[in-house]
Structure formats: C-alpha cells, structure tokens
C-alpha cells in the first residue's frame, strides 16, 4: 500500500480491520498533529 513509507499515519490507520480501532488510530493522529511534539508515538521536535 504504502511501500515508500511516504505516510506512516494512513497506513497505520488503513492497516486496523475494526472500524473503532481505525477511529481510535486518527483521534490518536489527530492529537499528536495539533500537539506537534510527537510523531508516531516517538517524541519529535520540529526543525
């Protein structure tokens, strides 16, 4: 699907077979995004 790894969010998020986990997944990308100090649950700093 994405073998470049170009977005690791919508592939984690296609990859959940549960309709609740895949809510869950973008509530949990939607948080990190606004926060802006994480990226796939791994601490980040911006540039």
Known sequence: MFKNG???YLGW???AK???TKEKRI???IE???NG???MGMN???K
Do not use: F, G, S, T
């Open 6 to 8: 170009k977005n690791d």
């Open 18 to 20: 549960r309709p609740e």
């Open 37 to 39: 100090d994480k990226y």
């Open 27 to 29: 509530a949990k990308m």
């Open 44 to 46: 980040y700093r911006a």
């Open 32 to 34: 990190e995004l606004r």
């Open 13 to 15: 998020i296609l990859k």
